[in-house]
């Protein structure tokens, strides 16, 4: 039965359950909802709850293990003569893998019929033509072996579906039986119901922490294996980046962090005075019309996607500022593309964050400190100076922290306003790039994937994930430790 | 009622008025919160303004060193002399009038900076003190009047923020009195304090009598009764009687300034 219908036939008993829990309990308090423990409502999500949550939970963890359980059962009874010498049986499993998915999609569509395949024995010319019909791609021709445990492999899945399917069904019918025999009007729903919702939220919660785990653990394996193949201290030290994807390349992440943070400042330098200044004045000079225009234009800012920042720096920013420092200029600039240019077009893209964040944060500085400050005669810029300022200073600096982050983790902008060469250099009118930007061409590439050259992105990644999270967390720290102030 | 304030701020006769309002009106909008209000405000005194909530005291308060001024659609009209004085003309810088009038609020408000600087702010701004030694100065007689020198002379660079409540009020009062005003406005100062702290305040009020005008709001009868020389009954904007506190408490002229005193209305 299709995973699809299963869901449909469980949700649709759990909402079956809903109407006559609700109607049974109701039934029980003699209609009058004064006799009950709880609101109807609560013995109807009751036995939803208890029919629906278990069986679903099964069927997605069902679905999780089934994979590595016929895996491992098919790759047991795989003979050994399947294994070609310089092969392994994980390349042979993926062949198995393919060719029972190739067969599954053959049948779905029509072309093929159970009869056709069982009937194909000894045949195996044409299989690679027929599945390539279906849009399914074999490597190479398929053996006997290869079939044999390819239907092994959908007969074990097949049936594992099967099973699985009465198990859900079973679970969801022994939920709303229970649940409905348990329904009565001294029973109490509410108290369950609002345990059940806790239970959901923490399920919800942990997804969200496991998948961060798992973000992490994946770049962690791959940066470890960047690390056996590539020397570590060359990586963290060498002054050099040059990738060459025939062998000895030179890979040292200085430049490119040197790039990040050349292009950080730049738009820190950019962001920071432009965002404060305007949160200043949203919160202590406008008038609320002002402010109710300006403010949501301001933000519009943070809604642009930022390729389309890319292209402002690419067909605007750059031929600008060449035009000034180019040639024709000054003579400092060679092409558009410079740490400049992205910087200034990522300050640009910050403003926002900065004087959003910056303006609530001003906002929050309690009316008492204003009143005392010009109660005693200081004027306006005085009081934002002396006094609110150094009020909200904690919640600015993780304001701009949290843009450094955003500023440090930012790619499109780089590719197409900074250029693409790794250099360490000081001069703001050259062309460099960052990390991430590296992260994109090193990935892009037909590199090999178990090759030093592509790997690297994963080290460049971790790097600029540990980089970045330790901003994160000083931030939050910082602001933190504000909110104690005024609560 | 009192004569136009002839007398110069030297003389220091009992009638010395230092504050004169004529004809006040204030509107918040389109609400009209203060209405008619006359008053001869005299140096050297205590004078309480008294009445139930929303009656128009802190907002007439606030008229008298033009906080109302940062709040966007209050309007006053009227006329309100110090020292013969019209604070509302164009000429007058409502920054150098804060300066004159000193104001203490409702909740201790002290700046989230060590308690010398809080002290010092006001003196800094008008530039006051010529030298850290003058400065220094200028902050221990401010403690000193603020009768909190002995608590905090130990520790003035810790967080003002980081003393008790009463404490962070007096050094408030503190603040307001460094920058040498002659006359200092409390809106319910006490309000937010323990009876103990309260009863600091109100000792030190008294003593603040000796050298300024004070004008203090107050929910607590009996605290004006104990504090003030002279109290104001506002009702609903109205300013209904003003005399001395102990004609007001003991033989009010009229109806409404009785019930209130006697807790039949507010």
């Not at chain 1, 990522?346 to 005392?372: E, K, T, Y």
């Not at chain 1, 006094?387 to 197409?416: C, N, Y």
Request: hydrophobic fraction near 45%; charge should be negative; include cysteine.
């Amino acid at each position: 039965m299709p995973i699809l219908w299963l869901t449909v036939i469980v949700l649709a008993l759990a909402a079956l359950g809903y109407v006559i829990g609700r109607r049974r309990a109701l039934a029980s308090g003699d209609g009058r909802i004064r006799n009950l423990h709880s609101l109807p409502s609560y013995y109807g999500s009751y036995v939803a709850m208890m029919t629906g949550v278990p069986a679903i939970s099964l069927m997605l963890l069902w679905l999780l293990a089934q994979p590595f359980w016929v895996n491992s059962a098919v790759l047991a009874d795989l003979p050994v003569s399947a294994v070609a010498d310089g092969s392994s049986s994980s390349l042979v499993m993926s062949d198995v893998r393919r060719l029972a998915d190739g067969l599954d999609r053959a049948v779905a569509q029509g072309v093929m019929t159970e009869a056709d395949i069982d009937a194909m024995g000894s045949d195996l010319s044409g299989i690679r033509t027929r599945l390539g019909n279906v849009g399914v791609a074999l490597g190479s021709d398929v053996s006997t072996d290869i079939l044999t445990s390819a239907q092994d492999y959908r007969t074990k899945a097949a049936t594992g579906r099967l099973v699985m399917s009465i198990l859900v069904l079973a679970v969801a019918i022994v939920g709303f039986g229970w649940a409905y025999q348990r329904t009565h009007k001294d029973f109490r729903a509410r108290n369950v119901v609002e345990r059940g919702i806790r239970y959901v939220l923490i399920a919800a919660a942990c997804i969200a922490i496991l998948t961060t785990i798992g973000i992490v653990l994946s770049l962690v394996f791959n940066a470890i294996a960047f690390f056996r193949v590539y020397p570590a201290s060359d990586f963290f030290f060498s002054l050099t980046w040059s990738p060459s994807f025939g062998g000895g390349s030179e890979l040292g992440i200085l430049p490119l962090l040197w790039g990040t943070f050349y292009i950080s400042i730049i738009a820190l330098l950019v962001a920071v005075p432009i965002g404060l200044f305007s949160a200043i004045y949203l919160a202590e000079y406008a008038g609320p019309k002002v402010r109710g225009v300006a403010k949501p234009l301001l933000e519009v800012l943070a809604g642009i996607p930022t390729i389309v920042y890319g292209l402002f720096a690419l067909l605007t920013v750059g031929p600008f500022l060449l035009g000034i420092f180019g040639p024709d200029g000054v003579g400092w600039m060679q092409a558009g593309t410079a740490v400049i240019t992205a910087g200034l077009v990522m300050g640009i893209m910050l403003i926002p964050f900065v004087s959003s964040l910056s303006d609530d944060i001003i906002n929050a500085v309690p009316q008492a400190l204003r009143d005392g400050s010009y109660g005693l005669g200081a004027t306006k810029s005085e009081t934002i100076r002396q006094v609110i300022l150094p009020a909200a200073l904690p919640g600015i600096v993780g304001a701009i922290l949290l843009a450094a982050s955003r500023a440090i983790g930012e790619t499109m902008i780089v590719v197409l306003g900074a250029g693409a060469a790794a250099r360490l250099d000081l001069n703001p009118f050259e062309a460099m790039t960052t990390v991430t930007a590296k992260i994109v061409s090193q990935l892009t590439g037909d590199a090999d994937f178990s090759s030093p050259e592509a790997l690297v992105a994963f080290a460049l990644g971790m790097t600029l994930f540990i980089v970045t999270l330790g901003l994160n967390v000083f931030a939050l720290y910082i602001v933190r430790k504000y909110r104690e102030q005024y609560e | 009622m009192y004569d136009a304030p002839q007398v110069t701020k030297q003389e220091t006769a009992v009638t010395d008025v230092k504050i004169q309002a004529s004809d006040v009106q204030v509107y918040y909008g389109g609400n009209h919160a203060i209405k008619d209000v006359s008053v001869a405000i005299d140096d050297k005194t205590v004078t309480a303004f008294i009445g139930p909530s929303g009656c128009g005291k802190s907002t007439f308060l606030r008229c008298l060193n033009r906080m109302n001024d940062t709040i966007d659609i209050c309007r006053v009209t009227g006329d309100i002399r110090i020292d013969g004085e019209d604070i509302y003309d164009k000429r007058v810088d409502p920054v150098q009038l804060r300066a004159k009038v000193g104001m203490v609020f409702q909740k201790p408000n002290p700046f989230p900076k060590s308690i010398y600087d809080n002290i010092a702010y006001g003196p800094r701004i008008h530039g006051m003190a010529r030298n850290k030694a003058e400065l220094d100065e200028i902050v221990e007689k401010a403690l000193r009047r603020g009768a909190i020198w002995d608590e905090v002379k130990d520790r003035l660079d810790a967080p003002g923020t980081g003393l008790s409540g009463g404490q962070q009020q007096r050094l408030c009062i503190a603040r307001a009195v460094a920058t040498e005003p002659e006359v200092l406005l409390m809106d319910e100062p006490c309000s937010a304090l323990d009876p103990i702290a309260t009863a600091q305040v109100e000792e030190l009020i008294d003593e603040l009598r000796q050298n300024y005008a004070v004008v203090i709001v107050t929910h607590s009868m009996q605290q004006a009764a104990r504090v003030s020389q002279k109290t104001a009954f506002f009702h609903l904007g109205n300013l209904v009687e003003y005399d001395d506190t102990s004609k007001i408490f003991t033989n009010p002229e009229d109806s409404r300034t009785e019930s209130y005193i006697t807790g039949r209305i507010g």
